[in-house]
C-alpha cells in the first residue's frame, strides 16, 4: 500500500528567539495518515510535544509527494519533480509523467545530487525539470509499532534530525594553495 501524505498548517504563536518577542506564525508540517481525519489526530499528537501553548489547525490537504527522502547533515526540504520517459508502443510516442520527491538537503545543487542518488536505481529514462524549496518545517512518518518498522523509523529520525556540518577555516585545507616561492617565480 502506497503512503499518503497530508499537509498540515499549524498556526501559534512563536517566541522570536532574536528579540524575544511573540508573533503569530503559521507552518506547514507532513504527516502519514490514512485519512483526514487520522491526519489532524496525528499532527494534533506530534505537535503538543514541540509547542507547549495553544495552537490551531487552519488547514489540511492531501500532498502530491510520492516519496520522502531525509539525508544526514541536512536542514531544509525540497520539493523535486521528476520527469520519467516511457514509450508508448501503440501511439509510437514518448511520454513524460511527472513524479514529485520530498528531498531532505541544504541547498538547490545538494537536492539535485541527493535525487539523482536517490534515482540511480531507476531502470527507465528520467530528467529533473524543476527543484523547489518548500516551505515544510518537519516530517512525521507512520509508526505501526510492529517489528522492523522501528529500525526504519529511528533511522528516519536520525537522518531528519541531524544538523549540517560546519567547515572552520582553519579546519579546510584548500588544494588549490600554492607555496609562496612558486608563486612568485609564475609572476617573474
Same mark, same amino acid.
Given at each position: 500500500?502506497?503512503?499518503?501524505?497530508?499537509?498540515?498548517?499549524? *498556526?501559534?504563536? *512563536?517566541?522570536?528567539?532574536?528579540?524575544?518577542?511573540?508573533?503569530?506564525?503559521? %507552518?506547514?508540517?507532513?504527516?502519514?495518515?490514512?485519512?483526514?481525519?487520522? @491526519? $489532524?489526530?496525528?499532527?494534533?499528537?506530534?505537535?503538543?510535544?514541540?509547542?507547549?501553548?495553544?495552537?490551531?489547525?487552519?488547514?489540511?490537504?492531501?500532498?502530491?509527494?510520492?516519496?520522502?527522502?531525509?539525508?544526514?547533515?541536512?536542514?531544509?526540504?525540497?520539493?523535486?519533480?521528476?520527469?520519467?520517459?516511457?514509450?508508448?508502443?501503440?501511439?509510437?510516442?514518448?511520454?513524460?509523467?511527472?513524479?514529485?520527491?520530498?528531498?531532505?538537503?541544504?541547498?538547490?545543487?545538494?537536492? /539535485?545530487?541527493?535525487?539523482?542518488?536517490?534515482?540511480?536505481?531507476?531502470?527507465?529514462?528520467?530528467?529533473?525539470?524543476?527543484?523547489?524549496?518548500?516551505?515544510?518545517?518537519?516530517?512525521?512518518?507512520?509508526?505501526?509499532?510492529?517489528?522492523?518498522?522501528?529500525?526504519?523509523?529511528? *533511522? /528516519?529520525?536520525?537522518? *531528519?534530525?541531524?544538523?549540517?556540518?560546519?567547515?572552520?577555516?582553519?579546519? /579546510?585545507?584548500?588544494?588549490?594553495? /600554492?607555496?609562496? @616561492?612558486? $608563486?612568485? %617565480?609564475?609572476?617573474?
Amino acid at each position: 500500500m502506497s503512503t499518503i501524505w497530508y499537509e498540515c498548517k499549524i *498556526k501559534y504563536r *512563536k517566541t522570536d528567539e532574536a528579540t524575544g518577542t511573540q508573533k503569530v506564525t503559521t %507552518e506547514p508540517y507532513l504527516v502519514d495518515a490514512l485519512s483526514y481525519t487520522e @491526519a $489532524e489526530s496525528r499532527i494534533t499528537e506530534e505537535m503538543s510535544a514541540y509547542i507547549s501553548e495553544e495552537f490551531k489547525i487552519t488547514n489540511i490537504k492531501m500532498a502530491n509527494y510520492a516519496e520522502i527522502h531525509p539525508f544526514e547533515n541536512t536542514d531544509r526540504w525540497f520539493k523535486t519533480r521528476v520527469s520519467l520517459m516511457a514509450y508508448d508502443e501503440e501511439s509510437g510516442k514518448e511520454r513524460k509523467s511527472n513524479m514529485y520527491l520530498l528531498i531532505q538537503a541544504n541547498d538547490v545543487k545538494e537536492a /539535485f545530487d541527493n535525487t539523482v542518488h536517490v534515482m540511480k536505481s531507476t531502470m527507465g529514462e528520467y530528467s529533473i525539470p524543476a527543484i523547489s524549496e518548500s516551505p515544510i518545517m518537519d516530517v512525521f512518518p507512520y509508526f505501526s509499532g510492529e517489528d522492523g518498522e522501528l529500525e526504519e523509523l529511528e *533511522k /528516519f529520525n536520525a537522518r *531528519k534530525a541531524s544538523k549540517p556540518v560546519i567547515i572552520k577555516d582553519a579546519d /579546510f585545507e584548500d588544494p588549490m594553495e /600554492f607555496e609562496p @616561492a612558486l $608563486e612568485e %617565480e609564475q609572476d617573474a
